[in-house]
């Protein structure tokens, strides 16, 4: 079965770090590009951060870029992101994702793991 | 960065009844659309991609349809538990999200 497992996920104080990890099974994680995508309680889906195959390229969102760092260990077959002066607007459900192939649609997500920032 | 705007934000029908669902992207996008359904406490899955191709395992009363900037997702006949958020995602460059449609029964 393809699968996709988050943790790492839990309460920050603003300013605080983390890291999350995504476990993958069921696939050739090095064949594929992985994603995160968040969620903030009540609201929509946000597309966070991306890494290719090999990992040797990354992409951020706008909101994470220069505090989020994505990376992979295909060696592990685990996604991670690393997160840095977390805020509170960073509060959601973050979800790995894999691509169907380079530059498509996300056909595999996880359950999501839940990271709270509060004082 | 591509804007994706989905309309209407909540659609309230019964069962057996079709519902459509739009999105609009601020550019044109060819026709690299994804449909995702949500359900409360879990992850999205997708329906459709490349704006009209049901993902594996996905029913037929699910179709998707458009290119460029408008496109539709119309269910038929739905059943109960096709009732969800549904979000509508462009990878043409990059990716981004639409804000989501909840299907709600009337």
């Known amino acids: 079965e393809v699968q996709l497992v988050e943790s790492g996920g839990h309460l920050v104080q603003p300013g605080g770090s983390l890291r999350l990890s995504c476990a993958a099974s069921g696939f050739t994680f090095s064949s594929y590009g992985v994603h995160w995508v968040r969620q903030a309680p009540g609201k929509g889906l946000e597309y966070v951060s991306s890494i290719s195959r090999t990992g040797e390229y990354t992409y951020y969102a706008n909101s994470v870029r220069g505090r989020f760092t994505i990376s992979r260990d295909n060696s592990k077959n685990t996604l991670y992101l690393q997160m840095e002066w977390v805020r509170s607007e960073d509060m959601a459900v973050y979800y790995c994702a894999k691509e169907r192939g380079e530059a498509d649609a996300f056909d595999v997500w996880g359950q999501g793991t839940m990271v709270s920032v509060s004082a | 960065e591509i804007v994706v705007t989905q309309s209407p934000a909540t659609l309230s029908l019964s069962p057996g009844e079709g519902a459509t669902l739009s999105c609009r992207a601020s550019?044109?996008?060819?026709?690299?659309l994804a449909w995702y359904q949500q359900k409360p406490g879990q992850g999205p899955r997708l329906l459709i991609y490349?704006?009209?191709t049901r993902a594996t395992g996905i029913p037929a009363r699910f179709s998707g349809s458009g290119s460029g900037t408008e496109f539709t997702l119309t269910i038929s006949g739905l059943q109960s538990e096709d009732f969800a958020v549904y979000y509508c995602q462009q990878y043409y460059h990059w990716y981004t999200f639409g804000q989501g449609t909840k299907l709600e029964i009337k």
């Open positions: 550019q044109s996008i060819n026709t690299k």
């Open positions: 490349g704006a009209s």
